[in-house]
């Protein structure tokens, strides 16, 4: 797993190295952590799919951690995004940003541990053992799944995939980040662009519906992330 970190301060860079390497998860290892200095730094060196997490403070100078941010969103949707700052609380959906893990400086260690288990969680993969073959798909990589008459669609960034399964089926098998917006449609939370409680607008452009009986869901998963 490669992750980056970007801070202008390089006492919080070495704290968070080594936090990173202290409570990354066994199965996630080796871990490699490139430090930045600035939001302009990082931005030079980005490119999709380069990283399999972003950790950005929020006061830099020139370009800052939600400027930062919202940049990296144009480039890689999927990428977890986290910020560390002496912030007591921030509002990033101005930016664009719905999702992403809140870490304060010089917090308890135990709640770094906590934290990091919910940033890396989304590099996982979703065992999915249909009924006529198994599946092995990278969260980070599945942006919906829909059903088409008597098959499930599964659109992941490499393409599309027919099934012969139904809906409810393969509820047991998603994770907490792919919810269920209607009774044809799970989307995973990463590819959202926007939402209300009526529809979500995905990354892509396209517009879904968001039945009445999902609302609640919708609205609990999309803000709990945080």
Known sequence: MRIAICDDMQLFLDELHEMILKYCPEDLKPVTVDEFHSGEEFLESFSFGKYDAVILDIEMKRLNGLETAREIRKTDAAVPLAFHTSYSSISASKYGIHQYVFMKKRQDESQYQ???RKLFSRNRRINMPFRTSEAEIPL?????IRKRWRRLQICTTQGMQDVHERMDDIAGLLPSEVLRIHKNYY???????DYTSNKITMKNGQVLTVQEKYKKDLMHGMIGWN
Request: aromatic share 20%.
């Open 114 to 116: 906590q934290q990091f």
């Open 140 to 144: 980070k990589q599945l942006v919906y």
């Open 187 to 193: 989307v995973n939370t990463m590819y959202i662009d």
